[in-house]
């Protein structure tokens, strides 16, 4: 079983950037397309950012064009550069490997908070 760990979440002002990393445990990272998701207060969790193995990327459109998903397959690690933040991106992030619009393959991970508020 892949092991997920986020980081980098925090709070910043409406307009700030965060840089979120994701490292996955296990030697199948490079070989899984994988994805950043989002779960904000009473909302359900959904995926706004996917990559291929390949680094082929995909955005949800509330965050395309401010948010940047990438990967470095030797270092196991996936990240999400997130720019123009807005109140509205305030949820916890997640990371995993794609088995639909909200789900995941591995066992979710504790997340990483991001708040963004003056």
């Known amino acids: 079983q892949v092991q997920l760990v986020e980081s980098g979440g925090g709070l910043v002002q409406p307009g700030g950037s965060l840089r979120l990393s994701c490292v996955a445990s296990?030697?199948?990272?490079?070989?899984?397309?994988m994805g950043w998701y989002r779960q904000a207060p009473g909302k359900q969790r959904e995926m706004i950012a996917g990559?291929?193995?390949?680094?082929?990327?995909n955005y949800k459109d509330s965050v395309k064009g401010r948010f940047t998903i990438s990967r470095d397959n030797a270092k196991k690690t996936m990240y999400l550069q997130m720019n123009s933040l807005r109140p509205e991106d305030t949820a916890v992030y997640y990371c995993n490997a794609p088995a639909g619009a909200e789900t995941g393959i591995f066992n979710w991970g504790q997340g990483t908070q991001v708040t963004v508020s003056t």
């Open positions: 990559i291929t193995k390949e680094s082929v990327s």
């Open positions: 296990g030697n199948i990272f490079s070989r899984l397309a």
